[in-house]
């Protein structure tokens, strides 16, 4: 199931205005991100460290940030002794193609247009 059609039931409109709006960005950004995915992700955005954030952009760092480490070889290449920058460059691809298949039509080179916001790691 994804999470759009989830939040499609009564009971995914909870939380408080800002969880509202995450997940409002997060169905209108990657609408056919799985379930699973999805709780991560909101997760990630709900974070303290988020909380000085837009719900739009504290969502896309999320969303890249759990894509990086979960679908790609990221961590992998830290582990062998890459740097930051380097493995990120490396996995920047693969990164838009699971973005892409979620139906997300944005890409993930375009979070250097997002000012003011450390990325999570």
Do not use: N
């Amino acid at each position: 199931m994804t999470f759009a059609k989830a939040c499609a039931q009564p009971a995914g409109m909870v939380g408080t205005k800002r969880q509202q709006a995450i997940r409002k960005a997060l169905r209108a950004l990657a609408p056919g991100i799985p379930l699973a995915d999805a709780e991560t992700v909101l997760a990630l955005a709900g974070r303290v460290q988020m909380k000085a954030l837009p719900p739009s952009t504290a969502l896309w760092l999320a969303l890249g940030s759990h894509v990086r480490h979960a679908h790609t070889d990221y961590d992998r290449l830290l582990a062998e002794g890459y740097e930051r920058d380097a493995a990120r460059f490396f996995v920047a691809d693969a990164i838009d193609d699971v973005l892409s298949g979620w139906g997300c039509q944005r890409s993930i080179l375009d979070e250097e247009e997002e000012e003011g916001a450390e990325q999570p790691h």
